[in-house]
């Protein structure tokens, strides 16, 4: 409201006033716009940022999916091998087994082609009995029914137990007076 009669210095004063006013106004309006701009700009900028947040999550997931997909997959794989290890192991075994057999067998027949008498034949049987017992004595005897006779004609291992017989006594047995 301007009053008449109108001093002119206060008219200066009142626009002025009324214009800084009007300026206030509208750098407050200006101030809104710009700060709900930069609102929306930064909401833009949040909204990119959490999609790129979101994909990069996804792709972490998938990554994370293949890893233990890959682990299993290397734990099968590990599996597999130690089952065909210890599978082939077998085998070898078998097969050294078999080895040893047939070297035996063919020791024997080399043997056994080299023999000559019924006494060379008894000697190797007695033998090949003895280092089958280890621990044990072998004697090869032949009996005669007619004349009531037996006879020791082989002795595997004897001594060795008569040695452990009389370490284990401290005293010797067949001396005893």
């Known amino acids: 409201f301007l009053a008449k009669p109108v001093d002119e210095s206060e008219l200066t004063a009142q626009i002025r006033a ?3 006013i009007r300026e206030a106004e509208d750098l407050e309006i200006s101030e809104k716009e710009r700060l709900e701009i930069l609102v929306q700009e930064r909401t833009l900028k949040l909204e990119k940022e959490l999609a790129e ?3 990069a999550e996804n792709e972490l997931q998938q990554s ?3 890893l233990e997909k890959s682990r299993n997959s290397e734990h099968k794989l590990l599996n597999d091998l130690r089952n065909e290890i210890n599978d ?3 085998a070898e075994e ?3 087994s078999h080895l040893h057999d047939e070297q035996i067998i063919s020791d024997v027949a080399r043997t056994l082609v080299s023999i000559k008498t019924k006494n060379d034949v008894y000697e190797y049987i007695g033998a090949c009995i003895h280092k089958v017992t280890e621990n044990a004595f072998v004697l090869v005897v032949k009996s ?4 009531q006779h037996i006879s020791i004609s082989h002795a ?3 001594k060795n137990q008569i040695e452990n017989i009389l370490s284990t006594l401290k005293f010797d047995v ?3 007076k």
């Not at 005669?144 to 004349?147: G, Q, R």
């Open 18 to 20: 009324m214009i800084r």
């Open 53 to 55: 947040r979101i994909k």
């Open 64 to 66: 994370l999916f293949n």
């Open 88 to 90: 082939r192991k077998k």
């Open 94 to 96: 078998q097969v050294i």
């Open 144 to 147: 005669d029914i007619e004349n």
């Open 156 to 158: 595997f291992g004897l």
């Open 174 to 176: 067949f001396n005893l």
